[in-house]
């Protein structure tokens, strides 16, 4: 389907208003607007067939907010990017000059990027839209199953209405696109010639950079960390369990014991190294300044409150990663 045929569909199947739906043509970031709506919703007829969140729809929204946004509407499983999230996302990595030479490790980098034949900047954007958008496939997944009308805005602002359940789903939406994420870390895995714990976690660190990009951008915004309160986790806690699933699926693909402490050490680390390197040139020295001072003294209750929404959400029976799971024994 082209855009123009989603949004006449949205429109009259679905019920979304003709002026809420951003037309990209002719616009800054035009490229960019049609190469993701083409890989996003061929994506949910070639990657999710299996789990029935069908007929699905990906469009473009008005609002100038970093912000997405999951519903089922009249039975139709719609996914929302608004215009804010590419311009903004885009311009921190597009208006950066050679973003790759601030990192320690670039000659390592430089190699692996030049056999998988993409650029360091592209692959960070990449990452950074793919995450936003496995995600909000995640919450779609979660109601597959469910009659009502559903409608997940991915960052509700300051309210403070925390429930158990609301956290689970977001930690669950955010493990399940871990997982897509990881998958995309095993494609470029297959493309390199030196194939070993270093290389994959030379991979696995642009990836997780980027795929952490839309959560930095909160934390930006944040000045103390939470845990029980408000809708979503903290941005700081989903960066850490989104990481955490990343490393543990692309370790047990490749067969690597997944409580080997070197080989997720290797990863985490030259994944917080290249985030250190990265943050003050996309979003400046005080966001990297408030990151360190929201982590610093807070490391256990970090680990702690990640560690019991993971736990949740294999307990967690209708979220997206039960059903991923239970889709790959069917098709073992």
């Not at 779609?140 to 991915?154: G, K, M, Y």
């Not at 020295?285 to 408030?290: G, I, L, T």
Request: aromatic share 12%; with cysteine; charged share 25%.
């Amino acid at each position: 389907m082209d855009y123009e045929e989603v949004i006449n569909s949205l429109v009259r199947d679905a019920g979304i208003p003709q002026n809420e739906i951003f037309r990209f043509e002719e616009m800054p970031y035009e490229e960019i607007y049609r190469d993701l709506f083409q890989f996003f919703q061929e994506s949910f007829r070639k990657d999710f067939n299996w789990f029935k969140i069908f007929p699905s729809y990906f469009y473009y929204g008005t609002l100038t907010q970093v912000n997405a946004r999951a519903s089922k509407r009249n039975n139709n499983y719609v996914i929302r990017f608004n215009t804010g999230t590419i311009v903004d996302i885009s311009g921190l990595f597009l208006m950066q000059q050679d973003l790759l030479t601030h990192c320690s490790n670039k000659d390592a980098l430089s190699t692996i990027l030049s056999e998988t034949h993409d650029s360091f900047d592209n692959l960070l954007l990449q990452s950074a839209f793919l995450f936003i958008y496995y995600h909000e496939v995640g919450h779609l997944i979660q109601f597959s199953d469910h009659s009502s009308e559903i409608d997940r805005l991915e960052v509700s602002g300051s309210d403070n209405l925390y429930t158990k359940l609301g956290h689970v789903r977001e930690a669950d939406a955010d493990m399940f696109s871990g997982i897509q994420m990881g998958r995309h870390i095993l494609k470029y895995w297959q493309k390199i010639k030196r194939k070993d714990i270093d290389n994959l976690a030379n991979i696995a660190s642009i990836i997780c950079a980027g795929s952490s990009t839309f959560n930095l951008v909160y934390i930006n915004f944040s000045n103390t960390i939470y845990y029980k309160e408000k809708t979503h986790p903290h941005s700081i806690i989903r960066i850490f369990v989104m990481i955490d699933t990343m490393i543990n699926y692309s370790l047990l693909k490749l067969g690597v014991s997944t409580t080997s402490h070197d080989s997720r050490e290797i990863i985490v680390q030259k994944t917080l190294i290249l985030l250190d390197e990265l943050l003050p040139k996309i979003l400046g020295e005080p966001a990297r300044n408030n990151l360190i001072s929201l982590y610093r003294g807070n490391e256990n209750d970090i680990f702690n409150y990640s560690k019991e929404l993971i736990d949740e959400v294999i307990k967690y029976s209708d979220g997206a990663v039960n059903k991923f799971n239970q889709m790959a024994k069917q098709i073992i």
